[in-house]
């Protein structure tokens, strides 16, 4: 099975954008605290797999 590039980074970039405003949205609809935890957690893991895909190790540790 052979996917190209440009979808999986299509599908990348889209998951990505979905879990952070998932995010925003817990934040500004005031969701229970253990959600935007979740979320919160999810939006930073997918930021390190974001810099880590383009050579930035230690960029997400260092902006949190």
Not at 15 to 35: N, W
Not at 53 to 59: H, M, N, R, V
């Amino acid at each position: 099975m052979n996917i190209p590039i440009e979808t999986i980074l299509f599908f990348g970039s889209l998951l990505i954008f979905l879990s952070v405003l998932a995010s925003k949205l817990a934040d500004k609809f005031a969701l229970p605290l253990y959600v935007r935890e979740l979320l919160h957690f999810r939006r930073r893991k997918a930021d390190a797999a974001l810099d880590y895909s383009f050579g930035f190790e230690g960029a997400a540790v260092l902006s949190d």
